[in-house]
């Protein structure tokens, strides 16, 4: 269980920075929801609505990855192959710590709203569907 707390907290931080790199996106806010899928078992959709800001929509120009892709390296995760094609977005990731954690990730975006999946290995397969909309402006 352990596990998968963190590997839910590491799958929303890589969720997070990949989405807030879409070229589809806009900032705002947004409500973004995660449900966790593995060996006949089904964790409850968590959800949380999160601001978005335009800074975080650049990409980091040391690193060729979308803003805030360096706390995901400080958190051990690391982002590759990222593409946008269109309104869909693909990429890679690996977590490295007690146990090697790799997956592959796919948003489709669909105005200001979007759908995707995380097929995440460690040892064994589960898979994260995640769901976005647009709420409006940030507030501060």
């Known amino acids: 269980m352990r596990l998968s707390l963190w590997l839910i907290g590491a799958c929303a931080l890589i ?8 070229n589809p996106m806009r900032p705002g ?26 800074e975080q929509l650049q990409k980091d120009p040391a690193t060729g990855l ?7 390296e400080r958190n051990s995760c690391k982002v590759s192959d990222y593409k946008v094609a269109g309104n ?17 990730g796919a948003l489709t975006f669909d105005g200001d709203a979007y759908t995707g ?18 709420l409006g402006d940030c507030t501060k």
């Open 117 to 134: 999946t995380l097929t995440l290995t460690s040892p064994q397969a589960m898979t994260m569907k995640m769901d976005g909309k647009r």
């Open 66 to 72: 979308p803003s805030g892709a360096r706390d995901a």
């Open 15 to 22: 969720g997070t920075v990949t989405v807030a790199a879409q």
């Open 88 to 104: 869909k977005v693909t990429w890679k990731m690996t977590c490295s710590g007690a146990q090697t954690i790799t997956g592959d």
């Open 29 to 54: 806010r947004w409500e973004v929801g995660m449900e966790m899928q593995m060996a006949g078992m089904q964790m409850p959709v968590l959800k949380s609505a999160q601001c978005i800001t335009a």
